[in-house]
């Protein structure tokens, strides 16, 4: 079954990097556009990054353009999210995110993660 | 960026109701509208594509319908699962907004 695993989340100061993995399984990985999408404590969902399925195009929220860095290794079936200069407003969850495009060619999400929580604090 | 406003933001109904969630595009997003449900602690989790189309393993209970701007998820019949916070999103263009969630809790 499609598996999509998200890790390298924690607590880190303000300023500081910390690269995020999702680990896929069960799907042909290097087919699919993955995306990021997180959420903050008690907030709403917020898309931050996407990746082709061969990494060719990236695209960025303007919130995180600059700071953060997509990229997919397709031979070990990972997706990651380097973030660099952190922020207290990067606090999230951070999901990664499967995208399927329908016959109408609209995309939507159809696999999630479980997340992996970043908390920016000094 | 296109905004999307859902409403209401929070509702109570008892089951068995029939509960509308509208969501509203601040542009025309054709039919490039998708539905989740999430629960407390869990990921988001489809229900809804391109405005209409159930996700499979969905429930027929969910109904999705709109174009343009305006679109709505119709629950027919609420079940005590269904209690939870759904959101709208567009696929149009990036950056992939979404609505800021409608929190449906039991009366």
């Known amino acids: 079954q499609v598996q999509l695993v998200e890790s390298g989340g924690g607590v880190v100061q303000p300023g500081r990097s910390l690269r995020l993995s999702c680990a896929a399984s069960?799907?042909?990985?290097?087919?699919?556009?993955i995306h990021w999408v997180r959420q903050a404590p008690g907030k709403g969902l917020e898309w931050v990054a996407f990746i082709y399925y061969d990494g060719s195009k990236k695209d960025y929220a303007d919130s995180v353009k600059g700071r953060f860095t997509i990229s997919r290794d397709n031979s070990k079936n990972t997706l990651y999210l380097q973030m660099n200069s952190l922020r207290a407003e990067d606090t999230a969850v951070y999901y990664c995110a499967r995208i399927r495009t329908a016959v109408t060619e609209s995309d939507y999400f159809d696999y999630w993660g479980q997340g992996t929580l970043v908390t920016v604090s000094s | 960026d296109i905004q999307m406003t859902q409403s209401p933001a929070s509702l109570s109904a008892a089951v068995g109701d029939r509960v509308t969630i509208a969501c509203r595009a601040s542009?025309?997003?054709?039919?490039?509208l998708n539905w989740y449900q999430q629960k407390p602690g869990q990921a988001p989790k489809l229900l809804i594509y391109a405005v209409s189309t159930l996700q499979s393993g969905v429930p027929s209970r969910f109904s999705g319908s709109g174009s343009g701007t305006d679109f709505t998820l119709t629950i027919s019949s609420l079940q005590p699962e269904d209690f939870a916070t759904y959101f709208c999103q567009q696929s149009y263009s990036t950056p992939y907004t979404f609505g800021q969630g409608a929190k449906l809790e039991i009366k």
């Open positions: 542009q025309t997003i054709s039919t490039y």
């Open positions: 069960g799907f042909s990985f290097s087919s699919y556009d």
